[in-house]
């Protein structure tokens, strides 16, 4: 019978943690945000953190993350850790990178 119920702790561990890298105000910038936000909202909704890092605000930050391109985002769990470069517009392609089916 499947009444068994899931631990907890398997929730917690799908829970995406994402870090998004962005440069001020710019057009590239914002699209990165509002496409990563609906994506969140519309596929994992409740189940998510998204830090949003302004790299002229946080110039330490992205030095240590060794950026290569912005905006960037890193998802840090779970793992393994991806990374995903531009404005996050191609739906298919960042729920591929963050590991996510389409349903």
Same mark, same amino acid.
């Given at each position: 019978?499947?009444?068994?119920?899931?631990?907890?702790? +398997?929730?917690?561990?799908? #829970?995406? /943690?994402?870090?998004?890298?962005?440069?001020?105000?710019?057009?590239?910038?914002?699209? !990165?945000?509002?496409?990563?936000?609906?994506?969140?909202?519309?596929?994992?909704?409740?189940?998510?953190?998204?830090?949003?890092? +302004?790299?002229?605000?946080? @110039?330490?930050? !992205? !030095? &240590?993350?060794?950026?290569?391109?912005?905006?960037?985002?890193? &998802?840090?769990?779970?793992?393994?850790? #991806?990374?995903?470069?531009?404005?996050?517009?191609?739906?298919?392609? /960042?729920? @591929?990178?963050?590991?996510?089916?389409?349903?």
């Amino acid at each position: 019978m499947n009444s068994e119920t899931q631990p907890q702790s +398997d929730e917690e561990e799908e #829970r995406y /943690v994402l870090r998004l890298f962005i440069i001020g105000a710019s057009l590239n910038s914002m699209r !990165a945000v509002a496409n990563l936000k609906e994506i969140c909202e519309k596929y994992i909704k409740d189940n998510y953190s998204l830090e949003i890092v +302004d790299v002229h605000q946080e @110039k330490s930050i !992205a !030095a &240590k993350e060794q950026l290569i391109a912005l905006p960037m985002l890193i &998802k840090l769990s779970p793992s393994p850790e #991806r990374r995903l470069i531009g404005d996050m517009s191609d739906t298919p392609k /960042v729920l @591929k990178g963050l590991g996510i089916s389409q349903m």
